[in-house]
């Protein structure tokens, strides 16, 4: 199978101001470029391959041979797996500073899910032998990379564990509450999760949309979130998750 094809390629040289001050002001933890210095920084953009991808295009597809990473720049990206009976099930969404391209991001292997731009995306592409290059002169790149595969293996390790709940109820409250840790924000105040959508949820917990606006709207009416067309907030964290304990 052959690689999806980028973009609208651009220099690295006219975009090291642009996406790299999107990403570096994204937050810290589970972005790889954050914790980077400017040197470090610079080294990594020039060591990579800026490009584009248009709405619905892949950046990567389930089964094809891996070659490193995506560090996204602009733009959102979703990770699907195609299912049973060929449902696609939703893994979650990424933004300006995750990358997609894990578990392994070295060595032979192939996609276990595939990657998608939502919208037009940049992305800088490290593919295997970039990784060793900055491996090998980066040691901050490489402690930031190892510190980004950590939070991956959370993220679907919890992605497991609420596919196991046995109510789709349980399960979207367990995947709202990680979503809303995920968010890097204060947990005394209201947690945006910026674009999400009802579809979108009942992808990732293998639910119908009609159980999701159902469960979603009751925790409206209890004051918990607040919804729109594309976005939703968490009102009360704490409340949240006294529905899992209960």
């Known amino acids: 199978m052959g690689r999806s094809h980028a973009h609208d390629e651009a220099d690295p040289g006219e975009s090291s101001s642009g996406p790299c001050a999107e990403v570096q002001a994204a937050g810290t933890g589970r972005y790889v470029l954050k914790a980077l210095d400017k040197a470090d ?17 892949y950046l990567l597809r ?62 800088l592409h490290l593919d295997q032998d970039a990784i060793r290059t900055l491996i090998a002169r980066s040691p901050s790149f490489a402690v930031a990379l190892i510190e980004c595969l950590g939070f991956k293996g ?33 947990e005394s105040g209201p947690i945006s999760l910026g674009r999400i959508t009802q579809a ?24 918990i979130i607040s919804t729109g067309p594309t976005k939703m907030v968490v009102n009360d964290l704490a409340a949240l998750r006294k529905q899992v304990a209960d």
């Open 41 to 57: 920084l610079d080294l990594v953009m020039r060591t990579g391959r800026l490009a584009a991808y248009q709405n619905r295009e």
């Open 62 to 123: 389930e089964g094809e041979p891996a070659n490193g990473i995506h560090i996204i720049l602009n733009g959102i990206v979703e990770s699907t797996h195609a299912g049973t009976q060929g449902r696609e099930l939703m893994l979650a969404t990424w933004e300006a500073g995750d990358f997609v391209g894990a578990p392994y991001i070295l060595g032979d292997h192939r996609h276990s899910w595939s990657a998608r731009a939502l919208g037009r995306v940049e992305a």
């Open 154 to 186: 959370e993220t679907y390790s919890m992605l497991a564990q609420t596919l196991a709940g046995q109510k789709a109820a349980e399960r979207l409250v367990l995947l709202l509450v990680k979503l809303c840790e995920n968010a890097a924000q204060d």
């Open 200 to 223: 979108n949820l009942a992808r990732m917990i293998g639910a119908t949309r009609q159980s999701i606006s159902l469960i979603l709207g009751r925790l409206q009416d209890e004051g």
